[in-house]
Nanobody
Framework: QVQLVESGGGSVQSGGSLRLSCAAS????????MGWFRQVPGEEREGVAA???????NYADSVKGRFTVSMDHVNNIVYLQMNSLKPEDTAMYYC?????????????????????WGQGTQVTVSL
């Protein structure tokens, strides 16, 4: 059973930075696609960033140039460095993972498919 545990959320003023971490356990294989999503109450969950087994990445347009996703393959930890935070970045952030390389089956999104999800960590950005 794959488990994902996020940490690093909190409250920060506009322009500040936070780094989210997601520790994964229970994998039966050695390589994984991982990503970050966020959701505001009453709105749909949106993809933020994804990283493939070869460390290739993709980002939502709204965070390009401000957020960086990276992965520690040895310890199965994925990070999301968030700089120049804005109030509109306020959301619950969820870590996601799937076995093997990223696969894309939904033509409505630029983000890969994920079968495993964390419980979320809250990020609040104030003016």
């Amino acid at each position: 059973q794959v488990q994902l545990v996020e940490s690093g959320g909190g409250s920060v003023q506009s322009g500040g930075s936070l780094r989210l971490s997601c520790a994964a356990s229970g994998y039966t294989d050695s390589s994984h696609c991982m990503g970050w999503f966020r959701q505001v109450p009453g709105e749909e969950r949106e993809g933020v960033a994804a990283i493939d087994t070869d460390d290739s990445t993709n980002y939502a347009d709204s965070v390009k140039g401000r957020f960086t996703v990276s992965m520690d393959h040895v310890n199965n930890i994925v990070y999301l460095q968030m700089n120049s935070l804005k109030p509109e970045d306020t959301a619950m952030y969820y870590c996601a993972a799937d076995s093997g390389s990223c696969t894309y089956t939904d033509s409505d999104t630029d983000f890969p498919d994920f079968n495993y999800w964390g419980q979320g960590t809250q990020v609040t950005v104030s003016l």
